[in-house]
């Protein structure tokens, strides 16, 4: 192999992705979802938009265009969450917004009791401190 042929293609951002997918996963956003939007059939599970929306918004927040056109491409996103290439589109990333604001949604989440993990502390000491 000649150093000269080398080339790199498609360089990613993985680290906030990553971090953003992990934080989803461990609030079981992923579950919650999956139970209340992946009902309908899609090319792509409309759970997996969700959480391309909430992570673009915990990293780099912008309009549904945006997403598309600038920010997406750079995250490793799709390989992560299994999307196709293609796949996201301004379209479809405005449908999910609607589907979340059906009362199904986050209202849902609130009735069905759902909360954020919290790890276990004493008493006298908040949980966002370190030991």
Same mark, same amino acid.
């Given at each position: 192999m000649l150093i000269q042929h080398v080339r790199l293609e498609r360089t990613r951002h993985l680290g906030p992705a990553l971090l953003g997918l992990a934080l989803w996963h461990q609030l079981r956003l992923n579950e919650f979802f999956a139970a209340r939007l992946d009902d309908a059939a899609a090319d792509v599970p409309w759970s997996r938009i969700a959480a391309v929306l909430a992570i673009n918004r915990l990293c780099a927040p912008g309009s549904e265009l945006a997403?598309? $056109?600038? !920010? %997406?491409?750079?995250? #490793?996103?799709?390989?992560?969450?299994?999307? +196709? $290439?293609? #796949?996201?589109?301004?379209? &479809?990333? %405005? /449908?999910?917004?609607?589907c979340q604001a059906r009362p199904?949604?986050?209202?849902?989440? /609130? /009735? #069905?009791?759902?909360?954020? +993990? &919290? +790890?276990?502390?004493? #008493?006298? $000491? +908040? !949980? !966002?401190s370190s030991r």
């Open positions: 997403i598309e $056109e600038r !920010w %997406y491409p750079t995250t #490793a996103l799709d390989d992560l969450l299994h999307i +196709p $290439e293609g #796949a996201i589109n301004d379209s &479809r990333l %405005y /449908r999910t917004r609607f199904t949604g986050l209202s849902a989440w /609130r /009735r #069905a009791g759902w909360t954020v +993990p &919290r +790890p276990s502390s004493s #008493a006298d $000491e +908040p !949980w !966002w």
